[in-house]
């Protein structure tokens, strides 16, 4: 089957394992696919719904196009691009933000988490984040959504917009109801040092996460010091259920080396960690180390990286604005 893909990242620095693993690997794959169009978009509008340094967050935009091309993405093949420059984004996100209901974005459990205790002080852009990721989609009529675990329920909102915009204008079929493409397994990576914790890039000690910029030292490195257990490892998945760090190391080797976690559930078993880390390292070093190098040697070439995100902008922005102006037409703009 024809797949329209989109996805996107937000250039909030530190792309680590759990992007990659969680999403960017699948990207690369449904790439790969002749068959397949796929659009990955820089979400900058999503990044600044928590405070981020001007600065900072030109030089990150980059480094996120310049991590998808050293990760295999081919931008010749793909669309590329930023999503402020297409104006039809923020617009759409407006229009559907009057479509969907407070009681449905009131349900969102990342709002929750990322808000933290005092709600009164999130900004309004973090609690209305999700309608604008939908209006992302929606424009492209896409047909998959490769995303982690975690923004499952922001496709599942996406999905309830298309079809109370389609059914409240009488307009069967006008956005096309996305699926989400999320891994089965691992597709929720865990921090190094709290195995119950996700891996994330505001986690302040940056031994919880192996960035996508480390070197090989540095990956060495976290990898001794990575939480572990008392145990040696498993001889079964059932005794995962209580060693969630156990399970992440385990699941982080299975899905680098494409091999499944029976298997190395098998082979490990009995082992201490000590030599699983060394064999876990090396799988680490011989997929992120060409990926860091890569990225480090793209940020050199901001000429390049601004080419591609100035031809997909052109690319992108000639489907969104057709589709922004029949919205503009069936609401009665
Ligand atoms: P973000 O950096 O929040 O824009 O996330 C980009 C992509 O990475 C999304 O598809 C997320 O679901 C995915 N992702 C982020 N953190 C993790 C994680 N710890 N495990 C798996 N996927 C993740
Ligand atoms: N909200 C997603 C995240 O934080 C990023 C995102 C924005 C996205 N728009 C999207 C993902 C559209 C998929 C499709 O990970």
């Not at 996508?212 to 540095?218: C, E, I, N, R, Y």
């Not at 680098?256 to 799988?283: C, H, R, V």
């Amino acid at each position: 089957m024809n797949k329209k893909i989109f996805s996107g990242v937000q250039p909030t620095g530190n792309l680590h394992l759990g992007n990659y693993l969680g999403a960017i690997k699948n990207f690369v794959s449904l790439n790969n696919d002749k068959k397949n169009k796929c659009v990955f978009c820089v979400v900058d509008l999503h990044a600044i719904t928590t405070k981020q340094d001007p600065k900072e967050l030109k030089n990150n935009i980059r480094e996120t196009v310049a991590t998808f091309v050293a990760s295999g993405i081919d931008p010749k093949r793909s669309i590329i691009f930023n999503q402020s420059q297409v104006k039809a984004h923020s617009e759409t996100a407006w229009i559907l933000s009057c479509v969907a209901r407070m009681g449905w974005l009131n349900r969102m459990t990342q709002f929750k988490e990322k808000a933290g205790k005092d709600k009164e002080k999130a900004s309004v852009g973090l609690y209305s984040y999700p309608v604008l990721m939908a209006a992302d989609i929606l424009l492209y009529d896409t047909s998959h959504v490769p995303v982690g675990e975690d923004q499952k329920q922001h496709l599942e909102l996406c999905r309830d917009i298309a079809q109370k915009f389609n059914n409240d204008f009488e307009v069967i079929d006008f956005f096309k109801i996305p699926e989400p493409l999320i891994q089965k397994e691992f597709s929720r990576i865990m921090s190094l040092k709290d195995g119950s914790r996700k891996m994330s890039k505001s986690e302040p000690s940056d031994l919880s996460r192996i960035n996508l910029t480390d070197d090989k030292d540095q990956i060495i490195n976290k990898i001794k010091k990575a939480k572990t257990d008392i145990f040696p490892l498993p001889s079964n998945k059932e005794e995962l259920k209580d060693r969630p760090e156990a399970k992440n190391l385990l699941g982080i080797f299975s899905s680098l080396t494409n091999t499944s976690l029976d298997k190395n559930i098998n082979n490990f078993s009995g082992k201490n960690f000590s030599e699983f880390k060394e064999d876990l390292s090396q799988a680490l070093v011989d997929k992120i180390l060409p990926i860091s190098n890569e990225i480090k040697k793209l940020l050199n070439e901001k000429k390049y990286l601004d080419e591609i995100l100035l031809n997909g902008y052109e690319k992108a922005n000639e489907i969104a604005s057709k589709k922004i102006k029949k919205i503009h037409e069936i609401v009665g703009f």
